[in-house]
């Protein structure tokens, strides 16, 4: 998928490529462009090459082909150090043999910022990240979350204009990391700073980016705003990677008047939006979120689209109760509902109707 150009981005690839053996590309063909401040995440599965796509934009891979622009210049042919860039990585780096204050002069004495400059930015950097008592530690008398803290601080030390980060929270509990991705998306925010964030995970992804570019083998399948991606998935890679997705499998039998008719497998007929089908007779992958479906069509009006389901498994989340049905043929269908008192435990084995909107459900592309 190709980003349309943008002579004013900060940050661009330009038909960039990469490959390892000559042979392979990781990375196909790459048109991407960021403007100043975003906070954008690459977000794929292991080898889509969103890893690669960060390691060339930091100097430390080179493009087999294109050209890498920051701030409107190339910079393929500039070392790391010389790229102004500040990088948090998952193992934080940090050495071990320094203090916390150290460990953030580091980078500014590389720069040759005289004492009291690097005294005082050492200071406002430790503020920022709520360590600043910490300067005489070492990383080995720190927790795991400290310690990202510090390498986020260092990170941003010498006030670059862009930080990439590569999956930085991936080490942490669950409750520490959503804590620091409220932590770092504020304080991006707050210094107006560019971040090229790295990750698999899709819960960071959402909540954390401006713009989400979903990778898969070697190219952006959809680059979107999250809640664009969620809800309008192109195609049924993008589908099934974010979120939880019910997907029952069909063909197109009509497209008219911006719906599709579509006859599932099992001899079901049900309308859905056509995405990226074009044809009576083309294989489809029907796309619904859980959220989306109803048990029963009272709260859904004249338009909702039926189906009859049977209670396979109910299973109380706290705030959701999530049920699995056996839908058309597949016993894998999910919906959620919320905990609420007029919500009924659904048992199983119980006979149910299910309904969604037209415009809820998407045909996509067969897998």
């Known amino acids: 998928m190709a980003d349309t150009g943008n002579s004013d981005a900060f940050v661009a690839f330009e038909r960039v490529q990469k490959s390892y053996d000559g042979e392979t590309l990781v990375v196909k063909d790459l048109n991407l462009s960021m403007p100043k401040g975003e906070f954008l995440t690459m977000l794929g599965p292991s080898g889509s090459g969103k890893t690669t796509c960060l ?22 042919n500039i070392p790391p150090h010389k790229r102004g860039i500040g990088m948090v990585f998952q193992n934080y780096a ?21 004492k009291s400059d690097r005294e005082a930015k050492i200071k406002r950097a430790l ?8 300067g005489g530690r070492r990383p080995a008398q720190l ?6 803290r510090i390498a986020l601080a260092r990170a941003l030390v010498f006030e670059p204009e862009l930080v990439l980060m590569d999956e930085p929270l991936g080490a ?18 707050e210094l107006g700073i560019t971040v090229v964030y790295v990750t698999h995970d899709q819960t960071e992804a959402l909540t954390m980016s401006d713009r989400v570019a979903v ?19 192109d195609n049924s890679f993008v589908a099934q990677f974010i979120g939880e997705n019910n997907t029952l ?20 007929v049900i309308d859905a939006k056509p995405v990226n ?3 009576p007779g083309e294989r489809t992958l029907i796309s619904i979120r859980p959220e989306r479906v109803e048990v029963g069509t009272e709260r859904l009006g004249p338009d909702a689209h039926t189906l009859k389901a049977e209670v396979a498994e109910f299973i109380y989340m706290g705030d959701v109760f999530r049920t699995r049905l056996k839908v058309a043929g597949k016993d894998d269908f999910i919906i959620k509902t919320r905990n609420s008192a007029d919500q009924r435990r659904l048992q199983p084995g119980e006979q149910v109707e299910i309904g969604w909107l037209p415009e809820d459900c998407r045909a996509l592309d067969a897998v």
Request: net charge negative; proline share 4%.
């Open 94 to 114: 940090l050495f071990p043999h320094m203090t916390v204050a150290e460990n953030l002069s580091f980078p500014l004495e590389v720069r040759k910022i005289g």
């Open 172 to 189: 942490l509990d669950k409750q520490l990391r959503e804590h620091m991705q409220f932590e770092i998306t504020n304080l991006a925010h």
């Open 215 to 233: 990778f898969d083998d070697g190219k952006i399948q959809q680059l979107a705003e999250p809640d664009v991606l969620y809800e309008s998935p």
């Open 277 to 279: 089908v074009n044809k």
């Open 143 to 148: 927790s795991g979350g400290q310690q990202q």
């Open 127 to 134: 503020d920022m990240v709520q360590m600043g008592d910490f």
């Open 55 to 76: 390691m060339m934009l930091a100097g430390f891979e080179t493009a087999t082909h294109g050209e890498i622009k920051l701030n409107g210049k190339p910079i393929n």
């Open 249 to 268: 499998e069909g063909t197109i039998k009509e497209i008219k008047d911006g719906l599709a008719l579509v006859e599932l497998d099992d001899g079901e």
